[in-house]
């Protein structure tokens, strides 16, 4: 059973590019979650999707940041106009389900956006 | 939501017992401890989760006190490989429970 892919695995922006990020979950999994790590951080959760909707936003900046699970294909964090800032790596996780014994998040290897 | 306290870091003998502490004085009566681990430029790997009895699975064993404030992971036998930042995370439960909050952690190196 794949685990989450993610692609690219790094991607280089000039400031003032768009990024995009992708996410594939683990089969049979469909809730989405995107988290940033910047250098020397901890994860900060951004966004949970399940397909075809946003759940929660709230730790997604409100500009420029936007989310998407289509209903066929992966998830895609989009970033538009990327500043030096937004240089992070970015994590996908996905889980079966929020209950108590489907719980566990599994993570890709992430996508290293370096912005120059 | 309930803050997890833990060393910065720590070093363990290839073959030893490694023992990660963490304390979570606020934790509430509901919420679960969840313990992950990062290994350099990877993505974070769920290891195992409790309430408030002892846990193990086939990567390690978590010990929870009577109290709930603290908790232990334990890697029996830990392995140059086992070398990663590991994370003990309070899950929140009712409305925004799929939050994890990764703390800085504790970088466990595993020495020859």
């Given at each position: 059973?794949?685990?989450?892919?993610?692609?690219?695995?790094?991607?280089?922006?000039?400031?003032?590019?768009?990024?995009?990020l992708?996410?594939?979950?683990?089969?049979?999994?469909?809730?989405?979650?995107?988290?940033?790590?910047?250098?020397?951080?901890?994860?900060?959760?951004?966004?949970?999707?399940?397909?075809?909707?946003?759940?929660d936003?709230?730790?997604?900046?409100?500009?420029?940041f936007?989310a998407?699970?289509?209903?066929?294909?992966?998830?895609?964090?989009?970033?538009?106009q990327?500043?030096?800032?937004?240089?992070?790596?970015?994590?996908?996780?996905?889980?079966?389900?929020?209950?108590t014994?489907?719980?566990?998040q599994?993570f890709?290897?992430?996508?290293?956006?370096?912005?120059? | 939501?309930?803050?997890?306290?833990?060393?910065?870091?720590m070093?363990?003998?290839?073959?030893?017992?490694?023992?990660?502490?963490?304390?979570?004085?606020?934790?509430?009566?509901?919420?679960?401890?969840?313990?992950?681990?990062?290994?350099?430029?990877?993505?974070?790997?769920?290891?195992?989760?409790?309430?408030?009895?002892?846990?193990?699975?086939?990567?390690?064993?978590?010990?929870?006190?009577?109290?709930?404030?603290?908790?232990?992971?334990?890697?029996?036998?830990?392995?140059?490989?086992?070398?990663?930042?590991?994370?003990?995370?309070?899950?929140?439960?009712?409305?925004?429970?799929?939050?994890?909050?990764f703390?800085?952690g504790?970088?466990?190196?595993?020495?020859?």
């Amino acid at each position: 059973n794949a685990g989450v892919m993610q692609n690219p695995r790094h991607l280089v922006r000039r400031r003032g590019q768009e990024a995009r990020l992708r996410c594939s979950p683990m089969k049979g999994h469909s809730h989405v979650y995107w988290y940033r790590q910047l250098p020397e951080e901890g994860l900060k959760f951004m966004v949970y999707l399940q397909k075809e909707n946003i759940i929660d936003e709230s730790g997604m900046p409100k500009e420029r940041f936007s989310a998407e699970f289509p209903k066929e294909g992966p998830s895609i964090l989009r970033i538009q106009q990327v500043v030096r800032g937004d240089s992070a790596a970015y994590f996908c996780a996905s889980s079966l389900g929020t209950g108590t014994h489907s719980y566990e998040q599994y993570f890709g290897p992430g996508t290293r956006l370096t912005v120059t | 939501d309930a803050k997890t306290t833990q060393p910065p870091s720590m070093d363990c003998a290839e073959g030893r017992a490694a023992n990660l502490p963490c304390n979570h004085s606020t934790i509430s009566g509901n919420e679960y401890v969840y313990w992950y681990r990062q290994i350099h430029s990877q993505g974070p790997q769920y290891i195992i989760h409790g309430l408030k009895n002892n846990e193990t699975n086939e990567m390690a064993s978590l010990i929870i006190t009577e109290d709930r404030k603290s908790s232990t992971l334990i890697l029996p036998h830990a392995t140059l490989r086992d070398t990663a930042v590991y994370y003990c995370i309070v899950r929140p439960t009712g409305a925004g429970s799929y939050q994890l909050t990764f703390g800085k952690g504790t970088k466990l190196s595993v020495i020859p």
